[in-house]
């Protein structure tokens, strides 16, 4: 494997329709590094409610940042990377559907993108990376050479949300991860600065009635076409 030519590959799309599930089992099937774009937003999102930081102030939020050291780290014992926020590990807690709610809004910030881009970017340098979230493949690596879109009918990103969450926390209702879910969609495309669109030479994956196994052969093939 390692003889063969090394890519970046770029996973976007809605949230909950299982990027992050794929982008896991190509990094583990080609042996390449994944990076979860989406947990750096969280983390920040983390870091300004923690420290009751007024996003709409520009100056607080270029103090804030600099204050902010995100740091993946990999853990033999999961066998995923984990993010940390100024040397704590928040994998965990950026799951939180209180970080869902705000998280959209503050992603939208160009100052926040600005900074999470250029270490997105730097962490690409060396390419062998499957990287996932709503502007990888438009903004972040325009030249990548595997993008793909995917997308899944709306009931079905609830349902699996939903369960998700559920395992967490037995309070969480479907009516909230929906109206969560729809509103971080409306927000990621319509923002100014880098909405989620998809890239003109992605490929588009739907999810919405095949397996993990299938969708996996069907992105693994496009991969082993490329290297
Ligand atoms: O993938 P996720 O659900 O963990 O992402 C959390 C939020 O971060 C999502 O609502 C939009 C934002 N995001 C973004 O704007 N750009 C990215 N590259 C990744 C995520």
């Known amino acids: 494997m390692s003889s063969r030519k090394k890519i970046i590959i770029t996973i976007d799309g809605w949230s909950s329709c299982g990027k992050s599930t794929l982008a896991k089992q ?114 972040v690596f325009p030249k990548a050479e595997l993008k793909i879109f995917m997308t899944a009918d709306n009931a079905v990103r609830v349902e699996r949300r939903f369960k998700e969450l559920f395992e967490k926390n037995p309070n969480v209702t479907i009516e909230e991860v929906k109206n969560n879910l729809e509103m971080r969609d409306y927000i990621d495309s319509h923002r100014e600065v880098s909405p989620l669109r998809q890239a003109k030479d992605a490929r588009v994956l739907d999810n919405s009635n095949i397996t993990m196994e299938e969708q996996f052969k069907i992105a693994s093939k496009w991969v082993k076409e490329l290297i």
């Open 26 to 139: 190509l990094a583990k099937e080609f042996n390449y590094v994944y990076i979860d774009s989406g947990a750096m937003y969280r983390a920040i999102t983390l870091y300004f409610l923690r420290n009751h930081i007024d996003w709409t102030d520009t100056a607080q939020v270029h103090e804030a940042l600099e204050n902010i050291q995100l740091e993946f780290r990999y853990n033999e014992h999961s066998r995923q990377s984990e993010i940390f926020l100024n040397d704590e590990n928040v994998e965990y807690l950026i799951r939180d559907l209180v970080i869902a709610e705000k998280v959209s809004e503050i992603a939208a910030i160009r100052e926040v993108r600005t900074f999470a881009v250029k270490q997105q970017q730097e962490m690409g340098k060396k390419k062998g990376i499957v990287m996932d979230g709503r502007d990888i493949g438009t903004v």
